[in-house]
Structure formats: structure tokens, C-alpha cells
């Protein structure tokens, strides 16, 4: 059932490159002006989906519905409803920015009257006015990929896809790719995927995880993160594990899991109340103590070990 | 239409390029040193002297000869071996010192028993570990024919003077028909030269795509793989077009006679047209440039062999068939031929035919996200698939 609320829904889809399942079963569902993050170790089919997303591949079956469009009965118009920035901010390098902008604003079928003042203030948003007569082969990765979100922008898509938008930046150029991401945030529907789990953490509306060409969990970062035992993580690092202690403090109400790794014990409480008892139990073994609260790292390494 | 969107800008990109231009303007010379090359190559032809295209063997290898009546000497030929005059003794000397490759000794009285009608015994001494004598033995024999037919000739017309052959004295008036024909083939020849001159741009136009990685995006684009395909072909042929025009006009200033040349130049352009997309079937198929390049070589000499068999094929014997070639009826109207109407559809059809089977194949294979991204199916296995002998292989 397709609701006028989605944007996106993927059904079904099966994508195979030689004998390596890329995509299994993949199901899908995104609303209007979401911007959902899609999480998920090397090979786990997340360009894949995006690109069959984008049309640029076709799925070996099943499909997907894009505004009501199928991909494979629409890709034309489907290509036309989204702005599309890969992983690598492949461009010509030949280019000028302000004639790469153009370029393709003539391809997207912008109205030329338009063309060169979406370019200006497509420019200005991602901080590029200064260097749009310059040629692509003298910009930096940070700035390629500026330019890039701003080709993605130019037809003013209803979707964005970003595929790793920050992936290999420095940090400061990270932060402004996110803030970008942040402004255009409620006004369009945004697929992110992304490896860095504080980014989604920051920016999405729900987080899907992805593993072996299938999603594995699915939710906003909050649901996600009180999927993972408890509220707090305490983590204590001793001189040498202690079973019988370890044994003890199972019996505390507030413990929900004990798991060690080394000579640390990682333990998830439900909550605070309890913290001093525990520390007493391991009184004069005890090399460091700290705690914290889950992150969607831990929700993602969780749900790849199940 | 929005393929003219890609061809405007290739060309508008390309035109800007300084390394275009200057491969565009060296091909241009090459034309221009192609033009002096053949004007010496004519000059000589039609020169007294002719000219010889076989290098000369002069000093190549020595030859001893004891001919005290200058019976032999005289008709050998010193620009293909060096001849040395020594006495007998000396030159067996000399062969065995590896000094000489030949010796010939000719009998002092050969004179004398030719007079008598008698045969003459000429010997000729050889050092066999010495792989220049086979040039010698063919020398000295055929030497020896042309000494024998000129003796022979001397002696009818001493006998019978009034059976001397009457001399003709010729007078030469306008181009020799072999000149005609070289001139008229070079100069079609030359008009099709640029057809091969951007086949690189158009490789790079696609499979730079793909080492790139551009192709990603420009397959993001609401635009379809016929027209991503006809967009950039059509930024080629246009180039071509532009060296075909000026070619022409070069040929047209340095003297070059061309009969009909807008009739000339338009079945130039439209073989422009399926050899870029022979091009583009290859570029669709590579995945690197250096598959690309060796694509290239095979799709070119296979071109190059569809327009020159015919055409020679023409020359020698007229034959309707090899009008195929677009290259046959540039000869021919180069030529002065009066050439039905009817007949230009013959290389017509076979341009349009083969375009629409090169640029169908490039579109199909353009249109294969496995072609594109990987993991690319076989030669074998992909041209099943495409002729739907064969389903495109699914895992599930």
C-alpha cells in the first residue's frame, strides 16, 4: 500500500554483482522531508540501494516507488525528482565551477532565465563564490565536494542522496558539510549514508542499519540507542578479572548485562542508583572507572554481532 | 534533443583545450608535409629520371672481374655492386682472402668467338660462406642475359639493316593515367585521414567516464543512454568535421583539383558517422583505457579495410559492388565519372546500416549497469545476451 505520505519505498529488491549478493530482500520505506541515515559496514549494500535509488542501476528484481513512480517505468522522471552526490565528488575536472554548474542545469532542464542565478546562490550557500571561475582541477576534496552538493542542488530536487558526504575531510570541512545537510533538513526528503555514527546520530530523523544487503534495525537514534542494555555503561578496568565478584553484582537489579574484554568489565545498568554498591564489590581491584551513556556506535557494533 | 546539450558543451570544453588545439593544428602540418611529400614523389614520376624506390646497393657487395675485352664490364650495372678490375690470379687471391664476394673471369678471346658464332665460356668464382653471393649470381646472370640479348641484336642488324624496328617519337601532352589515379586516390585518402585522427577523444569521452568515475553522475542525470550516447558521438563527428572542411580547403589553395567537393565533403562527413560509432562500441565495452587502445587498433584496421578493399576493388575491375565504400565514390567523382543518382544510395545504405548497428550496440552496452560498474560479462557471453540468444545472467 503506498501511502501520499512516502517519498520513497523500496520493495523487495534483489541486486547480485557476479556472485556477490549486494542487496537481499531490501525493504524500505521513507516520508516526505525525512532525512533517514543509512548505517552499515563496508559491502553492506548501502551504495548499492542508493544508486538503484538514483536509477543508475537497475535491481535484478523488485522495485522501487519514488513519489508514486516506479523505477522502472519512470527513471527519467524519477532522475529529475533527485539531486544525487556520491561518494567521490567525481567532476569534470576540465570545468570551470560556475560552467560545471551550468552544465548541468542545462541537463537538469533548468530555465535558462534561472540558470545563473541558482548558480549564485547555490555558490554562496556552499561558500564558493570566490572561486567559481576557477577550474575543478585546482580545488582541494573539501571544496570538490562543496561544489559537488551544489550540482546536487541545482535542479532544486525534492531528494537529496548523499552517499559518505564527509567521508576523508578534515574536521572543520566535515562540520560545514553537516551544517549544509542541517539547513536543507524538513524542506527535503535526504537519504545520508554515512560510516560515522555521530553524524547520523546529529543529523538523521531515523537510522537504518544495514548488513549483507539487508536492514537489520531501523529507528529514530533514541529508539535505537534504548535498544542497547541500559541506560548507563559502566566500564571498569581492574588488575585481573574477578568471576566471583562478577557473579555478585549480577544479582544487583540494576545490572542488565555483564560482558568483559580483557581485564575490563563493560556493565549496562538500567540505572544510577546502584553505581556506589557495584564499585564497593570490586573495592581495591579497581585500576580506572568510567561511565557512559549508549551510543549509536554501540547500537551498530550490537547489531552486527547479532 | 537534449544530446545537443553534452555535444555543445564536448565541444565547447574541447575548443578550449590548448592540448586539443595543438594536436589539431599539428595535424594540420602533417597535411601540409603529406602535400610537399607527394608533389616531390609526382615531380620525380614525372621527371626523365623516374624515380627509384629501391634502395640502392651500391658498395653492398664487391664483385672481381678479369675481362680484358670489356665484354661483361661494360654492361653490369655499378650502382648495385662494386666491380673491381683485377687479373685472374689476383682476384683468386682476393676471393679466398675474403678480400672480393665474386670473381668472373671472361675469356680473352670471347671477342673473337663470337665472331666465329661460338659459344663463350664466362666463369664466375663465389664465396660460399658468404651470404652477399646470391646477390652476385643474380647480378652477374642477369648481366650476362642482357650482354647476350645485345650482342645478338647488334649482330641481326649487321646482317640486315633494313629490319631495323622504326623508331616512334613520342610526345608527352598531360598527366600520366598512373599519376591521375595516385593523385585522385591520395587525395580521397587524404580527405578520410581525419575520420581516424579523434578516435581518442572519443574513447576518452566515455571510458574516461569510467576511470573517472564521472559516468556515475552523468548516469544520475534525467537523460537517457541514447542520448548520452548520441551526444557525445555527435561532439566528434562535429570536430571531424571541421578537419574534414579545413583538409579540403588546404587541398582546394595548394592546387589540388576537387570535382564536386560539397558533394565530396558530405560523404566524407556521414562515414564519419559509423566509424565514430565502431568507436563507441569499443569505448562502451572497455573498462580502461588501455583495452580502449587496443579495441581501437583492431576497429580501425577493420574500418580502414572496408573503405580501401572496395575501392581498390573499383580500380582494378568496376565492379558495382564496391561502390559500398563512401571511399570508391570519392575516387569516382574525383575521377570527372558521371555517376547515376541511383548509385550514391548504394554507400548511403551502407553508412546508415552500419551506424545504426554500431550505435544500437554501444546504446545496449552503455545501458548495462555490468557493462558500466562490473563485473562485465565475456565478450562471448555479452554478445548472446545482446542478440537474446542468451538471458542476461541473474543470481536469483
Known amino acids: 500500500m503506498y501511502s501520499k505520505n512516502l517519498m520513497i519505498k523500496m520493495d523487495s529488491l534483489y541486486k547480485s554483482f557476479g556472485k556477490i549478493k549486494a542487496l537481499n530482500n531490501l525493504n524500505l520505506e521513507i516520508k516526505k522531508g525525512e532525512l ?145 545537510i542541517r539547513k536543507l ?90 553505581i556506589k554498591s557495584i564499585l564497593d564489590v570490586f573495592h581495591g581491584k579497581i585500576l580506572s572507572v568510567n561511565t557512559k551513556e549508549p551510543t549509536l556506535d554501540d547500537v551498530f557494533i550490537n547489531s552486527i554481532k547479532t | ?60 657487395a664487391s664483385l672481381d672481374v678479369d675481362d680484358q675485352g670489356h665484354l661483361f664490364s661494360k654492361y653490369i650495372n655499378p650502382e648495385i655492386i662494386e666491380v673491381k678490375n683485377y687479373s685472374y690470379n689476383n682476384s683468386l687471391e682476393r676471393l679466398k ?56 641484336n647488334s649482330w641481326v642488324d649487321s646482317i640486315a639493316p633494313q629490319n631495323t624496328t622504326p623508331t616512334v617519337n613520342q610526345q608527352n601532352t598531360g598527366e ?38 564521472t559516468g556515475e553522475i552523468l548516469m544520475a542525470m534525467p537523460l537517457s543512454t541514447t542520448e548520452i550516447i548520441i551526444g557525445k558521438s555527435m561532439a566528434v563527428v562535429g570536430i571531424i568535421a571541421i578537419q574534414v572542411a579545413l583538409w579540403m580547403s588546404i587541398l582546394l589553395l595548394t592546387g589540388f583539383q576537387i570535382i564536386s567537393p560539397l558533394l565530396v565533403y558530405m560523404l566524407v562527413f556521414i562515414t564519419a558517422i559509423p566509424v565514430i560509432g565502431i568507436t563507441v562500441v569499443i569505448a562502451a565495452y572497455s573498462k580502461n583505457y588501455k583495452e580502449a587502445g587496443i579495441g581501437l587498433t583492431f576497429g580501425y584496421v577493420l574500418s580502414v579495410g572496408i573503405l580501401m578493399v572496395p575501392a581498390l576493388v573499383y580500380l582494378s575491375n568496376k565492379s558495382l559492388s564496391s561502390n559500398i565504400s563512401p571511399l570508391t565514390m570519392v575516387i569516382r567523382i574525383l575521377s570527372g565519372e558521371n555517376i547515376p543518382i541511383w548509385q550514391f544510395l548504394i554507400p548511403l545504405g551502407f553508412v546508415i546500416i552500419v551506424s545504426v548497428i554500431a550505435y544500437w550496440i554501444s546504446i545496449k552496452l552503455f545501458e548495462r549497469d555490468d557493462v558500466v560498474f562490473g563485473p562485465r560479462p565475456g565478450l562471448i557471453r555479452l554478445s548472446l545476451e545482446l542478440v537474446g540468444l542468451k538471458k542476461r545472467r541473474k543470481t536469483l
Not at chain 2, 599519376?179 to 587524404?190: F, W
Request: net charge negative; hydrophobic share 40%; charged share 25%.
Open chain 1, 36 to 180: 533517514l541515515g543509512i548505517i552499515g559496514p563496508n559491502g553492506a549494500g548501502k551504495t548499492t540501494a542508493i544508486r538503484i535509488t538514483s536509477c543508475i542501476l537497475k535491481p535484478d528484481s523488485g522495485d522501487i516507488l519514488v513519489d508514486g513512480n516506479s523505477i522502472h517505468q519512470e527513471p527519467i522522471k524519477i532522475k529529475s525528482m533527485i539531486g544525487y552526490l556520491p561518494e567521490e565528488p567525481n567532476l569534470y575536472e576540465r570545468f570551470k565551477a560556475r560552467d560545471l554548474l551550468n552544465y548541468f542545469a542545462e541537463l537538469y532542464g533548468v530555465p535558462s532565465n534561472e540558470i545563473d542565478g541558482r548558480i549564485e546562490e547555490l555558490l554562496e550557500l556552499v561558500g564558493m563564490s570566490s572561486r567559481a571561475e576557477d577550474r575543478i582541477n585546482t580545488f582541494s576534496k573539501g571544496l570538490r565536494q562543496r561544489i559537488g552538493i551544489a550540482r546536487a542542488l541545482i535542479h532544486d530536487p525534492q531528494i537529496l542522496i548523499f552517499d559518505e558526504p564527509t567521508m576523508g575531510l578534515d574536521p572543520a570541512t566535515s562540520n560545514n558539510i553537516r551544517e549544509f
Open chain 1, 185 to 274: 533538513k524538513g524542506d527535503k526528503t535526504i537519504i545520508l549514508c554515512t560510516h560515522y555514527m555521530d553524524e547520523a546520530d546529529l543529523l538523521c530523523d531515523r537510522v537504518a542499519i544495514m548488513n549483507q544487503g539487508e536492514i537489520i534495525d531501523m529507528g529514530t537514534p533514541e529508539d535505537l540507542k534504548s535498544k542497547i542494555h541500559g541506560e548507563i555503561i559502566l566500564n571498569l578496568k581492574l588488575e585481573s578479572i574477578d568471576p566471583p565478584a562478577a557473579l555478585k553484582i549480577k544479582e544487583f537489579s540494576t545490572v542488565e548485562a555483564v560482558d568483559t574484554d580483557g581485564n575490563q568489565y563493560i556493565i549496562s545498568l538500567n540505572s544510577k542508583d546502584e
Open chain 2, 1 to 60: 534533443m537534449r544530446f545537443s546539450i553534452i555535444t555543445k558543451w564536448e565541444l565547447k570544453e574541447t575548443l578550449k583545450s590548448k592540448k586539443f588545439l595543438t594536436i589539431f593544428f599539428l595535424q594540420i602540418s602533417v597535411l601540409f608535409l603529406m602535400i610537399f611529400i607527394f608533389n616531390t614523389f609526382a615531380a620525380n614520376i614525372e621527371s626523365e629520371k623516374g624515380i627509384s624506390i629501391t634502395p640502392s646497393l651500391s658498395g653492398f
Open chain 2, 97 to 152: 682472402a675474403g678480400q672480393t664476394t665474386g670473381f668472373v673471369f671472361v675469356p680473352e678471346d670471347s671477342i673473337e668467338k663470337i665472331r666465329n658464332i661460338g659459344t663463350i665460356n664466362i666463369q664466375l668464382y663465389l664465396d660460399v660462406s658468404d651470404p652477399k653471393r646470391s646477390v652476385i649470381k643474380d647480378e652477374v646472370n642477369s648481366t650476362t642475359k642482357i650482354m647476350g640479348d645485345s650482342i645478338s
Open chain 2, 176 to 213: 600520366s593515367l598512373p599519376l591521375q589515379i595516385i593523385t585522385k586516390a591520395m587525395i580521397a585518402i587524404l580527405l578520410f585521414l581525419p575520420l581516424f585522427l579523434f578516435g581518442n577523444m572519443m574513447i576518452d569521452s566515455v571510458v574516461g567516464e569510467k576511470e573517472r568515475k
